[in-house]
């Protein structure tokens, strides 16, 4: 039978090696300072040929841990995904296609912003074979989530929490040319 105290201290050993010497690296951000900003809190899609849509959002990602992170991509950084809230879920709703090279990561220093826009050309039809889907309904709440890595391989291990890779909320509605 093991003594209480050598079983706290297994534990709390076990727990040391677990989080590791970069742990502190890994802050995750207040929800009312997001790393991943966009520049407004509502944006209209604009709906042409019947069941496209077309969409613009310009946004910066900050690094606000104490290690450099990685972006990575093929010849820019992968755009982030947008995801609608329902109820009290987020769910995907979007992901651009995007060429399967890999370029030299993007690296962002403690502090560095990375500005970007992210712009949306996207089928409602989720029968169309030609055209990135868009998960319908348009109008809802919405963020974006960015890949952010604290290593320059595209591993799952190396993804930041997702709270430290989503935006603010912003709102979303449809409007006609």
């Known amino acids: ?9 297994v534990v709390l050993l076990t ?6 010497p970069d742990s502190d690296a890994l802050i995750t951000p207040a929800p009312d300072s997001p790393a991943l900003v966009t520049d407004r809190s509502a944006y209209k899609a604009t709906v042409i040929e019947g069941d496209h849509i077309t969409l613009t959002i310009p946004l910066t ?5 104490t290690q450099p992170l990685y972006l990575i991509g093929c010849r820019q950084p992968s ?3 947008i995801e609608r809230q329902v109820g009290n879920v987020w769910i995907h709703v979007y992901a651009s296609i995007e060429l399967a090279c890999l370029s030299p990561p993007w690296v962002l ?7 970007d826009t992210l712009r ?3 089928s409602l039809d989720l029968e ?15 963020r974006l989530v960015r890949s952010v890595y604290t290593q320059p391989e595209s591993y799952k291990e190396y993804l930041l929490p997702k709270q430290a890779r989503i935006s603010n909320t912003f709102t979303l509605s449809r409007t006609h040319p």
Do not use: W
């Open 1 to 9: 039978m093991y003594r209480p105290s050598l079983l706290c201290l």
């Open 128 to 142: 169309d074979k030609t055209f990135p889907k868009f998960l319908p309904p348009v109008t809802g709440n919405y």
């Open 79 to 81: 755009s982030p995904i």
């Open 109 to 115: 220093n403690p502090g560095e912003h990375f500005q």
């Open 61 to 65: 990602y900050t690094n606000q841990t």
């Open 15 to 20: 727990s040391c090696t677990l989080i590791g």
């Open 120 to 122: 949306v050309r996207a």
